[in-house]
C-alpha cells in the first residue's frame, strides 16, 4: 500500500501518468480512426485520460481497471467533468489477469507490463479480452541510448542492459510475437520532462505540508535524489512508447 501511496502523493497532479503529452494522447486516437462506439479495455488505466478524452472526441465505451484508488477516484471524477459517465467506467481492482466477459475493439496497457510479467505475458493478457481483429495498446520503455557503465545503470534503475530493448528489437519482438506494428507515439525529452519534473514541485509541497507523515522521509529522500538520477538515467537512456499491433 506504501507503495500506491507513493505514486498517489508524487502524480496527483498527473492525468496521464506516463511521458506522454495530451497532444499525443490526442493524437494517437485521432491516428487509430476508432469509430464510435468502439469498446476499449484500458488495463492499469491510472486516472483514465485515454478513455475518458477519446470518448469525448471519439465517443468510444471503455473500462478502466487500476489497482490504486486515488487514481480511480480521479478517472470517476474526470469522466463526470467531461460529461462521458456514460461512456466510461472505472472499477478499482488488480489488473494483472483481468480478463472481460464481452471481448472488445481496443486492449491497453499503457506503461504497466509487471501486469503480465513483461511485454509478452501483456499481450497474452490483452488478447484474451480482445475481438478477433482487435486492436491491443502496449506501452513501454526502451533504449534510446543504452547504458554500458554500472553507474548509468544504477541511474536509470536496473541491474542489467538485458532489462530493455533497443527501439529496433522491440519491434521485432512485437513481430515474433505475431503482430503487425500498424502506429507508435514516442516519448520526447520535453514529454519525459513535463512528466517528471512537476513530480518534484508536488513531493515538496506535500513534504512541507505533512513532516509527520509515514511517507515523509521516503519522499525527502527521493527529492534529494532524483533530479541528478533522472538527468544521468532516465532522460539520457530511455525511450518511452505507445506501440499499436494487430494480430498477424
Known amino acids: 500500500?506504501?507503495?500506491?501511496?507513493?505514486?498517489?502523493?508524487?502524480?496527483s497532479r498527473h492525468r496521464i501518468h506516463n511521458p506522454l503529452t495530451e497532444g499525443q494522447l490526442a493524437g494517437l486516437g485521432v491516428a487509430l480512426?476508432?469509430?464510435?462506439?468502439?469498446?476499449?479495455?484500458?488495463?492499469?488505466?491510472?486516472?483514465g485520460e485515454l478513455l475518458s478524452t477519446w470518448a469525448?472526441?471519439?465517443r468510444i465505451t471503455g473500462l478502466g481497471v487500476d489497482l490504486n484508488p486515488d487514481f480511480v477516484c480521479d478517472a470517476r471524477a474526470?469522466?463526470?467533468?467531461?460529461?462521458?459517465?456514460?461512456?466510461?467506467?472505472?472499477?478499482e481492482a488488480d489488473?494483472?489477469?483481468?480478463?472481460?466477459?464481452?471481448?472488445?475493439?481496443?486492449?491497453?496497457?499503457?506503461?504497466?507490463?509487471?501486469?503480465?510479467?513483461?511485454?509478452?505475458?501483456?499481450?497474452?493478457?490483452?488478447?484474451?479480452?480482445?475481438?478477433?481483429?482487435?486492436l491491443l495498446l502496449v506501452g513501454e520503455p526502451y533504449w534510446r541510448t543504452v547504458p554500458t557503465t554500472p553507474e548509468a545503470l544504477a541511474a536509470c534503475g536496473v541491474r542489467s542492459a538485458d532489462d530493455y530493448l533497443t527501439l529496433?528489437?522491440?519491434l521485432a519482438s512485437f513481430g515474433a510475437l505475431g503482430y503487425d506494428v500498424v502506429?507508435?507515439?514516442?516519448?520526447?525529452?520535453?514529454?519525459?520532462?513535463?512528466?517528471?519534473?512537476?513530480?518534484?514541485?508536488?513531493?515538496?509541497?506535500?513534504?512541507?505540508?505533512?513532516?509527520?507523515?509515514?511517507?515523509?522521509d521516503e519522499v525527502r529522500r527521493l527529492l534529494a535524489t532524483e533530479p541528478q538520477q533522472y538527468?544521468?538515467?532516465?532522460?539520457?537512456?530511455?525511450?518511452?512508447g505507445v506501440f499499436a499491433l494487430i494480430a498477424r
Open 78 to 91: 474526470r469522466a463526470a467533468e467531461l460529461g462521458v459517465g456514460d461512456l466510461v467506467r472505472f472499477v
Open 56 to 58: 469525448r472526441d471519439h
Open 1 to 11: 500500500m506504501s507503495d500506491l501511496r507513493i505514486f498517489s502523493v508524487r502524480e
Open 168 to 170: 529496433p528489437d522491440l
Open 95 to 134: 489488473a494483472s489477469g483481468y480478463v472481460v466477459d464481452e471481448p472488445v475493439d481496443v486492449a491497453a496497457c499503457v506503461g504497466a507490463t509487471w501486469i503480465g510479467g513483461g511485454v509478452p505475458g501483456t499481450i497474452d493478457l490483452l488478447r484474451r479480452s480482445l475481438a478477433p481483429g482487435g
Open 231 to 240: 538527468a544521468a538515467g532516465a532522460r539520457t537512456h530511455f525511450g518511452w
Open 183 to 216: 502506429e507508435m507515439v514516442c516519448a520526447t525529452e520535453e514529454s519525459w520532462d513535463r512528466y517528471m519534473t512537476p513530480q518534484w514541485l508536488t513531493m515538496r509541497r506535500w513534504a512541507d505540508a505533512h513532516p509527520d507523515d509515514e511517507l515523509h
Open 33 to 47: 480512426e476508432l469509430p464510435a462506439g468502439a469498446r476499449v479495455l484500458d488495463l492499469a488505466c491510472g486516472s
